[in-house]
């Protein structure tokens, strides 16, 4: 199942907690690989229910980055999803997310300062601004990240 509103998300994701079951949430940004997968099944083999997020945050690009160019292909994702037996994707556009203009966003800064954030002083910001999002979409829930950026890692 693909939905694509917040709302929609809520209402699923509530009747099954009123349930009983436990939810997993591995947050991604789209066009997924085995690394994903790997995440995918681990929320799949300690959860009932398994959702999967699939946005290309724009906050998470500075002017002049690659927003523009990041590949996106939701039918391939879909289908690896499917594959490692997600049950639910949450594909919101960027009104969705962000409706008008951003009052309210997470700044990380001792964390976020050194290293990539250095030379990439917003995309932190981003980061922590559409996980605490994507969280409060979510609700309560096992999260699952990959390990392949400490420094991100160590934002969220």
């Known amino acids: 199942m693909v939905l694509g509103s917040i709302a ?26 085995a690394g994903h997968q790997s995440l995918m099944r681990a929320s799949v083999a300690a959860n009932d229910i398994t959702v999967v997020s699939i946005f290309v945050n724009p906050l998470q690009f ?18 690896c999803c499917a594959d490692a037996g997600v049950d639910l994707i949450f594909a919101p556009s960027v009104e969705q997310m962000y409706p008008g203009s951003m009052a ?3 700044d990380v800064a001792s964390v976020a300062a050194p ?42």
């Open 104 to 106: 309210t966003v997470v």
């Open 62 to 79: 500075a002017a002049g980055e690659d927003l523009g160019s990041y590949p996106r292909d939701l039918a391939r994702d879909t289908d």
């Open 8 to 33: 929609e998300v809520r209402r699923v994701l509530d009747a099954h907690r009123s349930a009983g079951r436990s939810i997993g949430f591995v947050p991604t940004m789209g066009y997924l690989h």
């Open 115 to 156: 290293l990539e954030g250095a030379s990439r002083p917003e995309h932190f910001v981003g980061v922590a601004t559409v996980v605490a999002k994507l969280f409060s979409i979510v609700g309560e829930c096992r999260a699952y990240f990959g390990e392949k950026d400490w420094q991100q890692g160590v934002v969220i």
